[in-house]
């Protein structure tokens, strides 16, 4: 039975396994989850040996993680022309129909350029190819003039913009690429299994003004750990 100490009511441990072993979860609804992270986080050879072990069917043909994690690589590694054509080369509608994507490539392509120190190339090209862009888009053109801002600054140390060259803004970029793609794919963006990590987190939160039980602290073990009483 539940005790009251001040406010809260306090759960033994025993009594909140006991309510956790009554909430019944198919293994089939687990193989999901988990096939979703592979699938998305494009593990590829992962996901084709739990499909093989599990049974477990994707929702996408698991050939495409091969070209999208290809196009993700491309853009980390700061091969953005590369990446572009790969893009293409899966579905040029995702391009066409995303003109804020495009731009973050062709902004990463001209970052790419200043980085090699190919000066003269980089201001032909963001004169070119980004600021027709930023005459239609607000939002582009500021993104351009911090990008061009970087060209001031022998020591981009110095530049209040300098993040731009860190390899953060690569994997930002190929993260949205990523985003494009799955959503082309008719598949989530996100995997489902961080959002309920996170959900875990807030009921746990939402739980503690009103009751002392066994948190899950540590979230790789998931084990239980005793209510501080």
């Not at 040996?49 to 690589?73: N, Q």
């Not at 995997?191 to 739980?207: D, E, H």
Request: charged share 30%; glycine share 4%; with cysteine.
């Amino acid at each position: 039975m539940d005790n009251v100490a001040g406010s809260k009511k306090v759960i033994t441990r025993e009594e909140w396994e006991k309510k956790l072993n009554d909430v019944k979860i198919r293994k089939e609804d687990m193989n999901k989850l988990v096939m979703n992270f592979l699938v998305t986080e494009g593990f590829v050879e992962a996901a084709e040996k739990f499909r093989k072990e599990s049974g477990t069917e994707p929702d996408i043909d698991l050939a495409t993680i091969t070209d999208r994690m290809a196009v993700k690589k491309a853009v980390q590694s700061g091969n953005v022309e590369d990446a572009i054509e790969k893009v293409n080369d899966l579905n040029p509608e995702i391009l066409d129909t995303n003109p804020q994507l495009y731009f973050h490539l062709q902004q990463q392509r001209l970052i790419e350029l200043i980085r090699n120190g190919k000066i003269e190339e980089a201001l032909e090209f963001a004169q070119e190819e980004l600021a027709p862009r930023g005459e239609e888009n607000q939002s582009f053109l500021e993104d351009l003039e911090k990008t061009v801002a970087l060209l001031a600054f022998e020591d981009v140390s110095n530049c209040p913009v300098g993040e731009l060259l860190d390899i953060s803004q690569r994997l930002k970029t190929a993260s949205e690429v990523n985003a494009a793609i799955l959503t082309s794919q008719s598949h989530e963006k996100d995997p489902k299994l961080p959002s309920l990590l996170k959900m875990l987190i807030w009921a746990q939160n939402q739980l503690d003004e009103k009751a002392a039980y066994p948190h899950i602290k540590d979230l790789s073990s998931a084990k239980l750990e005793d209510p501080a009483i």
